[in-house]
């Protein structure tokens, strides 16, 4: 339990970046897909597998340089996709020391870790910036919710996944649900209260999506045969372990102000 | 050899939509992206993979949709993305029947394929659609170009790629670069002069990244442990393996247009 507050101490740098915006978000968010490729490559390696670290870190550096030099430009976000799936192909031209499964995985990494992550720095750079804050409010509100309605009435309700997640229980889903609902409509009120309407759909929304992506990351663990992607953060695990949900949470709140707001 | 002229003319109706373009093109790209999956994602079942099929058609009629529902909006395009890689990663919560490969396979084959091959319809949406027709001549004389040079001169010449493809000579590769550039040169010259030099580029270029996406077709179909990704157009193999040189010479073509023309 100290262990899990020492963790929380070392989340508080990262919401100072998340605070000041700008080049501190555009920081914050190319060091947490550097990580998280790192530790996602790292759980493929577990299953015997060669992704390309090199390709990995590079095609991330692209993503965020991309983003300084023509941000907005989400044609060249494309011609960057070609080019992290041609890159990863050559990798496998060494076609004794490859297998396809090298190039695939070196590709879902850049994909799932480092672009899905990159829509935080896209939040920020948008017209309603303040709902980077949602999105951790979503995410975190989620998993804390989920854990104490479930721990609470957990064991009178039917298991969520239970092959996937065996002590995810229906109860915590649902709570996790409602409490971020709560703390969204908190956040709406206080902060943007002609938003108000839309913070509740997007934690309606985005609740249940935070808890796919708590079991996607479930499942891709599990298929690795690790337990936690890693031991950066002390009581939390890696950097994914954390940011699991945030990872799904964030699209799903860039495009809703994208194509709604 | 009899077959291979009846497959040449199974190639002229799509020759013929091609060159109508506008909704033909759209016809033709969506039938050569749901036939090239199906092809690609069968090489996977061949090693033993289950890559989802339904999602794999999805995502190809969903691209397709968003083309003719908001063509040139490169941010749905990226939403898109975002939901091919959400949809492929709930395929596996089935955490007994499904592995992680099976997520990776589906998802690398919506973009390899699907995507990639979707860049012949931007280009026939742009400011130059004459060059859906310099993307087949780049692809098809590098290939032709480089089967006789590498037949009149490939004994005296290094192999290529001797692990990859060995049968490819340097003779060959260097052969169909100029085979390329000397098709492409005639091309300009008679049906966009005022272009001639940027045909040359790309040529030159294109060439090279043609006998990638040939050797990229060949590592795959070997770790598939496959000859040809299927029978489709008898003496020629499948869609994939027809198009193999014109799924990486298309992206080049398109994003020299957006990003130099």
Redesign the interface.
Known sequence: MKERFIGAGIMLPLLILVYLGGYFMIAAGFAIGIIGVKEFYGGFVN?GFKPSYAVGYGAIFALYAINLWMPGN??????W??LV??TS??Y??K??EH???D???T??GI??VG??TY?VVLVDQSAHREFVWLILIIAFSTDIFAYFAGLALGKHTPKL?P??SPKKTWAGAVGGTLGAIICSAVFGYFLCPDLLVHCLILALVGSPIAQ?GD??AS??K???GIKDYGNLIPGHGGVMDRFDSVI?VA?LVY?YI??VL
Chains 1, 2 share one sequence.
């Open positions: 299953m989400y044609q060249i976000v494309c011609a996709l070609v799936v041609l192909i050559l496998i031209f076609i004794d297998k396809a499964e190039a695939m995985a590709i879902v994909v799932y672009f899905f829509h996944c092959n996937l796919i079991l996607s499942a891709f599990r298929k690795m799904m699209p495009y994208a194509f």
